[in-house]
């Protein structure tokens, strides 16, 4: 590995000044579970890391009726261990519970997964179907991103020079509300999505029919995407084998998947669709309580 400067600022502005002024040539660390291995296979360079977990913004988490907040450096093990995220935002726990092993899940966060901006990262569907807002700090100041517009293409997202992901916002859930996230994989665990599909459904209180539903997808085009058609298909329609059929359908048409060493175009295709249902079921079997 080669030689770079080490920085643990414990300040949201100190570590965008530091960002700023290295001229790109610095790279912000969330959990390191990903980039140190990069900077270690000379896969990616730096002069500069800049450690984020002593920024107290960055390490909030808080469940209560105005929504979540979560910040981007919290570990997976205290999200998928958190009571309210368990209870109302089911689909995270499920896919920070799968990224990596144990080990990796006290330093990996939902933040620098989403930052990556992998095609097949498991925790950005999830973010998708649960409507998450990306909260960004930069040496303009504070914006705020919709998470399904923040992944522009393998590896690439929107955050311009010296800006950090702060946290992840999500709106309060709904009475009758609930979500899932599940993946393919070709091994038991620790591999990487062939298919990814995230889902989160609003019912009546007959829960009987679906009032709202998102569904997020990944692995299947060059970046995690939000399936509008295939989620609004089922607004007002009545919870049947027959109306989730048609979601996954819906969804399969949109996906753009390759052929690689995990899985075939066409294998995704046809995983697609069966994944698609299985999330929606889970969802509405949890939404119903």
Known sequence: MRDFEYEAPTSLADAVGL??????????????????DHVRTGRLSTDLIVDLKKIP?????????????????VPCYQIYNHPGI????????????????????????????????????DSTPALIALDAIVVIQGPSGTREV??????????KNILEP?????ELKFPPRPAHSGSHYRRFIPRNEMDIAVVGVGAAVVLDESGENF???????????????????????????????????????????????????????????????V???RVLKKAVERARG
């Not at 499920?94 to 997964?113: H, L, P």
């Not at 919709?146 to 590896?155: A, I, R």
């Not at 692995?219 to 989620?231: C, L, R, T």
């Open 162 to 166: 010296g800006e950090i992901i702060v």
């Open 86 to 121: 368990l209870e109302n935002y089911t689909a995270i726990a499920d896919s920070s519970n799968i990224i990596g092993g144990m080990q990796i899940q006290n330093r990996a966060s939902v933040g620098g997964n989403l930052a990556n901006a992998g095609a097949a990262a």
């Open 19 to 36: 960002l700023a002024k290295s001229n790109g040539n610095a790279r912000p660390l969330a959990g390191g579970t990903d980039l140190i």
């Open 275 to 277: 994944l698609t249902e």
């Open 57 to 73: 913004e960055l390490m909030a988490l808080e469940e209560n009726d105005a929504g979540l907040r979560l910040g981007a450096a």
């Open 146 to 155: 919709p998470v399904d517009q923040f992944c522009t293409g393998p590896g």
């Open 211 to 273: 009032v709202s539903a998102r569904i997020g997808l990944g692995a299947v085009a060059a970046k995690p995407f939000y399936a509008q058609e295939a989620s609004e298909l089922l607004t007002g329609q009545p919870v049947s084998d027959e109306t989730i059929k048609k979601a996954g359908e819906a969804a399969r048409s949109v996906i753009h998947p390759i052929t690689d060493m995990r899985g075939t175009e066409e294998f995704r295709l046809h995983v697609t669709g």
